[in-house]
């Protein structure tokens, strides 16, 4: 026997018992093991009521209560998926005794006496019925069970979704589309208006690379539940804006604002200090209140004043821990570099002919002689005019086009050093500026400025005297160490090194030792009117002096007057350069006054 049948629980009702016992030692020897007797109706239906049994033998016929009440009150507990599984044992086999059993939920007959074989064929028969029944039964609640947790778990996820729709995933603050949505709320609500505010936190990229995702993670959550506390206490608003910054909003504009976004800026230092971090990060905020215009929608109100915060924030220095209101010359300036920057782009690409160098002769102050001269570049834009390169070269060194622009220079540089050889039988020596990013730029691709220079002057076949390279103390304050080495091998190489802009750095004493510079360009700032200033005028004249003991060469920057020109001379300051001389000059032009013989005619 299959043993699901053969572990049916059955539970035999009859008062008489005989009976039981018959049917009850019929079944054992059929093999069914879980067999039960009852000769009390009652004590039955408590039975049933406690578990259900699979198969229910009922006498229809009993004293206390009869087979058809035992079904009924059976039946009254039924769910209504289920059915009694109840044969009936009968003497009376007559069509209205069937009919009624039928009626009372009874699924079969066995007549007494039992005929043994067709009792055993009829009770093998409703168990298999009932077994398939339960097992399809069960099926359907696992199947229900499933699909209901899968509807909870939709609902929880529909609810995960939602927040995820409205929440940065590090921070848990609200998102840039989240927190724009409520601000228009808070609008509504604020007459009086609002005021908002961008807090960056910077170096974040720096502190990825030491320390790994999960510091800044756990840095920027920290930073987050400092702006949200100190926004809350304002009732404002605070939500993540970009990577690492911050969109706040007070619900009040005026005087009153800047004291709580100086505490979100300082919050970036307070989270700072619970951390052990070799990075030292630095926060950094731009403001600005909401103005409603007339016919103005509150979303485009906060639109323009979330972009003044922005220009606010890009007119702060990377690294000051600084906040400041925005006014229109940041947006001005902001607006003008973004043109810049993708004009010079555009130009590098299509027109490199829009780049040509000038040369500002150097003089030499005892026999007012052209010795050599400044190469500066210029960029002369179709619609802009002449940029600046204080303009220019910063953003190309930012974008990392000053390597290629280095390059062109250096190019127009050496060809004019042929040129003066070939149309004046001579050349005087030209001074290229170089940036310090030119030297970490060629780096990073694994090449080399110095042996970019050694090719070029193979290439032109320039003998290095006529080179020298200026270069800027700021240029050497990052990665000084190598960058020096980087000059000891183009010293080496008979190329000449000056120190620009000198007095305008850091420089030191034993600063100027370590370099290896023959040339010490004294800045403009302490030449321009020496002459009607003493301690400007002592100060020109100590540093001559310390040049002189240091065996440099140096050149005064910027000479205007004549009253300048006699001041260095009695210094015995060697060169000056200046528009007392000469401004920068075209090619042409300058070609034109190193064919002049004696003394160079002041310009002035
Ligand atoms: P710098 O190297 O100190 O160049 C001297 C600047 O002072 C030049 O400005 C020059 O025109 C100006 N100048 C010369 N004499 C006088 C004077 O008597 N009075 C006044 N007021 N100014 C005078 P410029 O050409 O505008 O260049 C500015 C800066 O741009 C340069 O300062 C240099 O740092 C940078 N620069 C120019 N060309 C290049 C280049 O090819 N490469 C790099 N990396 N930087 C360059
Ligand atoms: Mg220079
Ligand atoms: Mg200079």
Known sequence: MVNAISAARILIVDDNAANLTVLA???????????????????????????????????????????????????????????????????????????????????????????????????????????????????????????????????????????????DSVTGLLNRRAVT????????????????????????????????????????????????????????????????????????????????????????????????????????????????GAGETHEAAIDAAIRRAGFALASLHKRSNRLVEFNQVMADTALRRNLVERELNLAMQQNPEQFFLQFQPKVDLVFERVVGCEALLRWDHPTLGWISPVEFIPIAEEKGQIEALGLIVLAQALQFIQRMQRECGRAVMVAVNVSGYQFELMRAKGGSLVDEIRDLLEQYQIDPVYLELEITESALMSGFDWVIEKLHRLHGMGISVALDDFGTGYSSFSFLQKLPITTLKIDRSFVDNAANMPRQAALLGGIVRMAQELGLVTVAEGVETFGDIELLKSFNCPIAQGYYYSRPLMPDAFIHLLNQPGRITPAH
């Not at 879980?34 to 016929?61: G, K, N």
């Not at 930073?223 to 608003?237: C, E, F, P, R, W």
């Open 25 to 167: 030692e019929l079944l054992d020897m059929a093999g069914y093991t879980r067999v039960y007797t009852e000769q009390s109706t009652r004590q039955a239906v408590t039975r049933w009521q406690t578990q259900p049994f699979d198969l229910l033998l009922l006498d229809i016929r009993m004293p206390d209560m009869d087979g058809h009440a035992v079904m009924a009150a059976l039946r009254a507990n039924l769910a209504c998926d289920d059915y009694l599984p109840c044969i009936v044992l009968t003497a009376q086999t007559d069509r209205e005794t069937r009919e009624a059993a039928l009626d009372a939920g009874a699924i079969d007959f066995i007549a007494k006496p039992f005929d043994f074989d067709e009792t055993l064929k009829r009770i093998k028969t409703a168990l298999n019925t009932r077994l398939l029944h339960t097992k399809t039964r069960n099926q359907l609640t696992e199947f229900g069970q499933t699909i209901s947790a899968q509807t909870e778990a939709l609902i929880a996820k529909d609810h995960d979704l939602a927040y995820l729709a409205a929440h």
């Open 181 to 292: 949505m409520r601000m228009a709320e808070l609008a509504k609500t604020h007459p009086g208006g609002m005021t908002c505010a961008l807090i960056e936190v910077t170096d974040t990229d720096q502190l990825l690379l030491l320390e790994g995702v999960e510091s800044v993670d756990v840095f920027l959550r920290r930073v987050s539940t400092q702006l949200k506390m100190v926004i809350d206490d304002h009732l404002g608003l605070c939500g993540v804006w970009g990577g690492q910054t911050f969109l706040c909003i007070l619900p009040f504009m005026g005087d009153a604002v800047r004291p709580v976004f100086e505490r979100l800026v300082a919050s970036v230092f307070t989270s700072m200090a619970r951390f052990d971090f070799d990075v030292s990060l630095h926060g950094r905020g731009g403001y600005s209140p909401v103005v409603l």
